[in-house]
């Protein structure tokens, strides 16, 4: 059964930073690539940044040079390094495996419980 458990949202000021960590397991196969999401407020899910099996990494234009995505392998953690955060930042932040592609929008099917990151001025 696949679960997926992200940690490490909280309330931080603007251009600050955060660090999101996700847990996943029950997979039957490697994942093609690994995602992060985030559903602001009044707004869709959204894919912001990806890093596949091969090691490349793709953002949204929303978090590029900002964000940085990595996985220890050893481990099976999924991060996310969040700097100079935006008050726009603020949201419910999610991880998935073969989901969260940037720049497209998900609803339905299992997802964890999020992790809440909020940026104040």
């Known amino acids: 059964q696949v679960q997926l458990v992200e940690s490490g949202g909280g309330s931080v000021q603007a251009v600050g930073s955060l660090r999101l960590s996700c847990v996943a397991s029950?997979?039957?196969?490697?994942?093609?690539?690994m995602g992060w999401c985030r559903q602001g407020p009044g707004k869709e899910r959204e894919g912001i940044a990806a890093?596949?099996?091969?090691?490349?990494?793709t953002y949204a234009d929303s978090v590029k040079g900002r964000f940085t995505i990595s996985q220890d392998n050893a481990r099976n953690i999924l991060y996310l390094h969040m700097n100079s955060l935006k008050a726009e930042d603020t949201a419910m932040y999610y991880c998935?495996?073969?989901?969260?592609?940037?720049?497209?929008?998900?609803?339905?099917?299992?997802w964890g419980q999020g992790t809440q990151v909020t940026v104040s001025l």
């Open positions: 890093l596949d099996m091969d090691g490349r990494k």
């Open positions: 029950g997979y039957t196969h490697s994942p093609y690539y």
């Open positions: 998935a495996a073969e989901r969260c592609w940037p720049g497209s929008t998900y609803s339905g099917g299992y």
